[in-house]
């Protein structure tokens, strides 16, 4: 009996050669410019510690999570977007808000629950919201924002607008399954959006290497063609230089990229987490190795700045973290009637 022909599968089109960004530089600071970076890493650094402390005396309530440790990768992002570009985030949303140049009296309040509040005081810490500022919002929900972030990157592509929109989340986020349909889309659409892993290595409180079976999350985007840089997130030129390459890829139109920022929140998650789940003399290691504020200090030393110059913005910088603190505290509360503003009510 003669044998049936071998069946073949049928064949796959090559695939199209891919493209990569180039190797991301260390940004080359002037002494000017990395002094702004240094005051606004500063900034959010006594911004989050006097929050911590209102929230330890009872005046912020709710869900209050800390970005210290974390301040080099908003800073060096920021300094390489522009006005159209679209910024959104999870709840750990603070610095981002106060790098994307809103007053730091009217977060404050925010997180106070009062009526000068960006949210009238109904957000609180993790609802935050300033479309005149390009700022989108912190999202409660794990990797909500994600394809939030997306659509606001169609959004840039649809208007044609030259903005493109920097989409912020964690390491924990990275293995929610929203977070994969929003890479097929933006790269099958050529959408104008960053990608940005703030990889603090412990999620909620698990270690990235126990929680995730591909713990080089740079490498996430590559079965949808979404090419990934990993980034030292404690290094803040080396976050501008990224951001910059990044930036321009989006821009002109190769669609979006991932950018996995290595870094550290010397906080638990949240207010209420002791964080048993690793030890004191770790984090203290990475306080005294790699803190981005005092990295930044050191090369501007080296540059030519004195001592008294880091004095005078420390005070500089305290006083307008006080000053947010004083509005925060004494701000009127929300009128009653404000519980039925802002509400969408739909007929079914």
């Known amino acids: 009996m003669a044998k049936a022909p071998a069946r073949s599968a049928p064949a ?19 002494a000017e410019h990395l002094l702004k970076l240094y005051r606004e890493m500063l900034m959010i ?40 570009d679209s910024v959104i985030t ?9 790098a994307c140049g809103i007053d730091p009296k009217v977060v404050m309040a925010e997180l106070t629950g009062r009526a000068a509040g960006i949210s009238k005081g109904k957000g609180g810490s993790m609802h935050m919201f300033s479309v005149e500022h390009g700022f989108y919002g912190g999202h409660g929900i794990v990797a909500a924002q994600v394809p939030l972030g997306t659509g606001l990157g169609f959004a840039h592509k649809y208007k044609a607008d030259g903005g493109i929109a920097v989409t912020y989340f ?23 959006v960053i990608f940005v892993i703030e990889n603090n290595q412990y999620a909620m409180g698990t270690s990235v290497n126990r929680s995730s079976s591909e713990d080089q999350l740079f490498r996430r985007g590559e079965s949808f063609r979404v090419p990934g840089l990993q980034v030292d997130g404690m290094d803040v030129l080396a976050v501008q230089g990224a951001a910059q390459v990044a930036a321009d890829w989006a821009r002109s139109g190769k669609g979006p990229v991932l950018l996995e920022m290595k870094t550290y929140r010397y906080r638990g998650h949240s207010m209420s987490d002791p964080a048993k789940y690793r030890s004191r003399e770790e984090v203290a290691a990475v306080r005294e190795k790699s803190d981005p504020i005092e990295h930044a200090k050191a090369e501007l030393m080296t540059l030519g700045v004195d001592e ?34 802002d509400v969408l009510v739909g007929r079914y």
Not at 320 to 338: M, Y
């Open 12 to 30: 796959t089109p090559a695939a199209p050669t891919r493209e990569r960004p180039p190797e991301p530089q260390r940004h080359v600071a002037t």
């Open 45 to 84: 650094r006594r911004f989050e510690e006097r929050a911590g402390q209102l929230y330890g005396m009872g005046l912020i309530g709710g869900f209050c999570h800390l970005y210290i440790g974390q301040e080099a990768v908003v800073t060096g992002m920021q300094a390489a977007l522009k006005p159209t």
């Open 90 to 98: 999870g709840y750990r949303d603070h610095g981002h808000m106060l």
């Open 170 to 192: 964690g390491d924990g986020a990275s293995n929610q399954g929203q977070v994969y349909e929003s890479f097929n889309m933006a790269e099958l659409w050529k959408l104008p």
């Open 308 to 341: 008294a110059k880091f004095k005078e913005l420390d005070k500089e910088v305290r006083a307008i973290v006080a000053d947010a603190a004083d509005f925060a505290e004494t701000a009127p509360e929300p009128a009653p009637g404000e519980l039925y503003t």
